[in-house]
Structure formats: structure tokens, C-alpha cells
């Protein structure tokens, strides 16, 4: 097949049905739940780990309540409640948890800081790993709908909170921005209406990480065949010729690793600025972040197909409509057009991700119509989750009259969720200054290119500057 082919992969979506669910309905209310096309992962088995989910009391909360155990969906569990419980609940949402069938459950980072303001908080494992972002939304839910069930036959007997807020990490970002999403209040199977959310290091624009990943990817090895042709051309997605050890040799003199930043080749340089583009535009920090070792994990994860690991049914991944750039110029010159004219081009498939009649999206979406107070970390330097999801998460607020409701913060870190617990600690009591005072926090301008290239973007609400990286004045 010729390199600048484009493929089609638009199978029927049998099943995919467009109509929205009432909210709130139980299961019985819903049309019966599709049988086609059918998933790996509906085909997979997970078990709790229970012997993890006890945890031990920190210090200066002796008293307060700990409970773990296992949901009927088998999701573990931990729930905390100080023993001056304000009322209020935090539900946390876990970050990826790999392919493995063992359940696990995370404390929450901002834990000291839940106890020590009155907050219970309550963690799940899911009911199943990979990236399975409408299980993570369906039980923590459930785990916040059954908070008084739980402290009830524990021997506490509570009142329902009177808020209820939610924060997550990475795919737990994703998990927290779907779940305030209001098709997520019309089609899931749990519904809870949070109060005030806290996504960091977030997949807030859904599905364009698993493009994005492809388009790196696909990038790099065309740019290492265009400079090598003893690297092979992509022959389609699934790759089953990608070669990432190749692509290494052209386009690295030194291979990022986490003790080291990588050194690029002229032609790593080409990469760089792709990367750059495709990951947000001219920033600070940037460039950092591409020779750090997430080169590594963007690399493995996104010469996959484009159905998730089996989170779809079908492939989604396209690239038909994107421009690759060397440099910050818009207009192309000739090296790059060649390049843009001869890189293997895939049409997307929206449908592998459309709405179902059994419940949210195999992949929840995050529109961006939410009418709660909302403050969101996005790391400059993050090559995984890149900064581009902070922008396109505030195009789709914007469109849907929900921008007064985001308050976004870039932040001066390299790598993928490396913020300080200071950082975490303001974004989330800054969050709740708005939602009970009405106090709306200062955040910064995502979508002005000139801002965003300033030297010292980022610097308001960087708490400390990173070892290595430009100091901030």
C-alpha cells in the first residue's frame, strides 16, 4: 500500500443507538441493552484484591471512621469520615490501572487535607481495569449513592451529605469530568449530581487521546522512514509493522529514560515541533516534556489499534484531517508538505464511540455542559495527556455556554501528573471557595497563542519551580 493512501474504517455501528436515555431511570426503563457489535473487554473477569483494601489511620485522625470492602458490582472500596465530619463528601477517581485482573484501590493525594477540613471521601477500584473510563463513572457513583448504607452497617449512623464533590488523576480526570457532564445525567445507570469537580492531569477531551496517541506515533515512524527508508512505512492501523526501536535509532542520539532527558537528532528535532503542535502549540515547558521518558509510554501505547484494548468495538482512530508542522509556522513549507502528502492517512470513526441504550458511552464523553464550579491542572510539559485536551476542554465549554463555570490552570511541571501537593491542595479549596462563597478563583487564559507562549506562562500557579526547568521570576 502507497503511503499517502487513506483508509476507510467505517464499519456499520450495528447498535449505536443516537437517542438520548432519561436521567435518574433504572434499567428496567431503558431499551434492552444491545448485543452488537460485541467488545473484548465485556468478555474479561476482574477480582478485588481484598487483602489490600484495609489502610491504616493517619496521624491526628485516630478517630475517624475507615471502612473497605467489596460492591456488588465487585469494585473494592475505601471510605474515610472524620470524626468531625462536616456533612460533605469527596469521591475520588483512580488513574489507569494497566491490563492486569486484580482490582486496587488508591487513597486519595489530598486525603490529610479531606480529614483536617471535616471532608469524608470514599475511593473504588472499579469494577474493571484497562481504560474503561464508563466503569469508573458507574461505581463511583454507586460507592457515593451507597455512602450511608455503608457507614449505616458499619455501626454510624449519617446524614445523607449535603454536597458531594469529585476529583480524579489522569483517566480519574476523565472520570471526573464525564461524570458532571449532563449526557452523563441523562444515560447512566447511576446518576449523582455533584457539586463542585477538581480534574487534574485529565483526559478532558475525551477521545482525542487515543487520536493524538496515533498521530504521534504514526508522525514518528514516517518521519523516520522519510529520513531512514530502512525503517518500514506504515501499512495501516492496526500497525502491525511499527517499529519503535527503529524509529529510535533515526531520531534520538540519546533514548529518553527516567533518570535522563533524551537528545534528539536533527531529525528528533522535526519530532519535536511535531509534537509540540499536535500537543497544544508553543509553551513553556514543552520541549522538556518531549525528551522525557513519557516518549516512551506515548510510543507503546499509541502504535495500538484504535479500539482502546478492546474498550471499543470498533476502531476509532483517524488522522485525515491533520497537519503536521516542523515549526510555529502555520503556513507549510515545502519539506512539510511533502511530508503531510505522503504520511499514511486513516479516516476516523466517530461511530466505535456513539451512544448506547444500555447506559453512558463505552467512552464517556466530556462536552463540556456542566453548571458547577469547576478547576482544572493541566501539566505544560505532559507529552501523555498533552495540554491540548485544556484547550479543546474550554473550546467545548465555551460553545455550550459553560465557561463561566471552568477555571483552568497550567502548570509548570514536565511530566504526566507531576504537580506539587501544594498545587492540588489550592485547585481543590479554591474549587470549594466558589461553590460555598461564591469566591470564583483566578485561573489562566488557554486559548490566546501569545499568552500561552510567554516564557512565564504558567508561572501564577506553579508552587515551586522544577529542577532543570526554566525558574519562573
Known sequence: MDSHSVISLKPLAIGLLAASIAACGSDSDRDPAPSDPSRVQ????FTADEASLPFEALEGHKNASRWWGVRPSGAGYRMEVPENWNGKLVMYAHGYRGEGETLTVSDPSLRAWFLDNGYAWAASSYSTNYYDVRTGVEDTNELALAFNEIASANGR???TPSKIYITGHSMGGHVTAAAIEQETYDTANNVVHYD???PMCGVVADTLEFNYLAWFTMA???LAHTADNSVPPLEGIPATNFDADAINAVLWDEVPTPAALGTPTAEGEKMMAISRNL???ERPIADIGFRTYYWGVVMGTGGRDGTVNGILADNLTGNADVTYQF???PALTAEEQAFNDTILRVEENPAANG???DGLRWIPVVNGEFTIPVV???????????FRHAQIYRERATANGSDTWLVQRALRSPGHCDFTQEEQETAFADMINWEQNSVKPDGDEILDPAVVADPDYGCQFTSEDRPGLPACP
Open 42 to 45: 465485556d468478555q474479561r473477569t
Open 157 to 159: 449512623e449519617l446524614d
Open 196 to 198: 463542585g469537580a477538581v
Open 220 to 222: 514518528a515512524q514516517h
Open 279 to 281: 500537543s497544544g502549540g
Open 327 to 329: 515549526d510555529n509556522d
Open 355 to 357: 451512544p448506547r441504550s
Open 376 to 386: 482544572s491542572l493541566q501539566g505544560l510539559g505532559d507529552l501523555y495527556v498533552p
